[in-house]
C-alpha cells in the first residue's frame, strides 16, 4: 500500500502526481501488468537469457566504438 503525506499547501492534482511518482518508483504497475497472466518459469527463464545476451552485445559495442 503506497501511502503519500499531504502537506497544507498541496491540491488534488499534486498529490495526484506525487501518486502517480511513487508508483513508477516502486514498480507496482509493472507488477501487476505482470501478475495479470501466469508465465512459465522457463518463460521467465528465456526473457531473462535473451535480455542479458542483448545487454552484454549493447556493451560489447559500446566498448568496441570507445577504442
Not at 14 to 37: A, C, G, H, P, V
Request: proline letters at 1%; a positive charge.
Amino acid at each position: 500500500m503506497i501511502i503519500i503525506k499531504r502537506n497544507e499547501k498541496d491540491t488534488i492534482d499534486r498529490m495526484l502526481k506525487k501518486y502517480r511518482q511513487k508508483l513508477k518508483k516502486t514498480k507496482q504497475i509493472r507488477e501487476i501488468r505482470n501478475r495479470k497472466e501466469y508465465t512459465k518459469p522457463s518463460t521467465t527463464k528465456r526473457l531473462q537469457k535473451q535480455k542479458a545476451v542483448y545487454v552484454q552485445k549493447l556493451r560489447d559495442d559500446e566498448q568496441n566504438n570507445s577504442n
